[in-house]
């Protein structure tokens, strides 16, 4: 079973709002990642957790915040956002960082107004 | 230079034909090869990874790889219209992160 799943599907929030994503993954995975893609672009990473290690792109505003409650989740909080951080938020596992392949969940589509 | 190289496409193919997709990559530390389908508004879905040099075949699909010429590419036979997606190209990085390296993608269109 290579299923990751990620709640919700969808969000639209204010710019003033607080919020946060879900990811979970049951295939006993060491490393969970998210992504965010904009339309037309390819994913872009944004963090890295792996062995209760957590790895940040410099790139990534300290408006998101990752969240590693246990090993089999990753979640995002999402805190002032702006409307050009709308786009499809992936969450992906892998058995090890940097070794393996990697699954995506189906994604959370965000509206910032 | 950007990282890996795709054709942007769209590429239109006819059904039952064969689709080509190439990839070119910079980094020669890369070891392992993914090609990912994404449907409009879906997230990635894995198609293909290689490892090796030389072709790996999966039931239609067709993954090739070069490693001296750094070149990735992936092979559709019999093309169906449910073949028409976004492929996206991704060798595994070699930096810290282990992060896999996307290209910007190939756009297949096959036509009736």
């Known amino acids: 079973d290579t299923e990751v799943t990620q709640t919700p599907k969808h969000l639209v929030m204010g710019m003033t709002n607080k919020k946060s994503l879900k990811c979970e993954q049951h295939?006993?995975?060491?490393?969970m990642y998210w992504y965010k893609q904009k339309a037309k672009k390819p994913p872009e990473l944004m963090f890295v957790y792996s062995y209760e290690k957590l790895s940040i792109n410099e790139s990534v505003p300290s408006r998101f915040s990752p969240e590693c409650p246990n090993s089999s989740l990753l979640n995002l909080h999402l805190h002032a956002l702006q409307p050009e951080d709308s786009a499809l938020y992936l969450c992906?596992?892998?058995?090890?960082?940097?070794?393996?392949?990697?699954?995506f969940g189906p994604g959370t589509r965000l509206t910032v107004l | 230079q950007k990282e890996v190289e795709q054709n942007s496409g769209p590429l239109s193919v006819p059904e039952g034909a064969i689709a080509s997709l190439n990839c070119t990559y910079s980094?020669?530390?890369?070891?392992?090869f993914f090609w990912y389908r994404q449907y409009s508004g879906k997230s990635p879905e894995l198609i293909m990874f290689?490892?090796?040099?030389g072709d790996k075949e999966d039931g239609r699909f067709t993954a090739q790889l070069n490693k001296a010429s750094q070149y990735v590419s992936l092979l559709i036979r019999d093309s169906q219209p449910s073949d028409s997606a976004t492929y996206l190209c991704?060798?595994?990085?070699?930096?810290?992160?282990?992060?896999?390296?996307f290209g910007a993608g190939t756009q297949v269109v096959v036509t009736p």
């Open positions: 980094d020669r530390g890369s070891q392992s």
């Open positions: 991704a060798p595994l990085g070699t930096d810290s992160w282990g992060k896999l390296q």
């Open positions: 295939m006993g995975h060491r490393a």
């Open positions: 992906a596992s892998s058995q090890a960082r940097g070794t393996d392949t990697q699954y």
């Open positions: 290689i490892y090796s040099n």
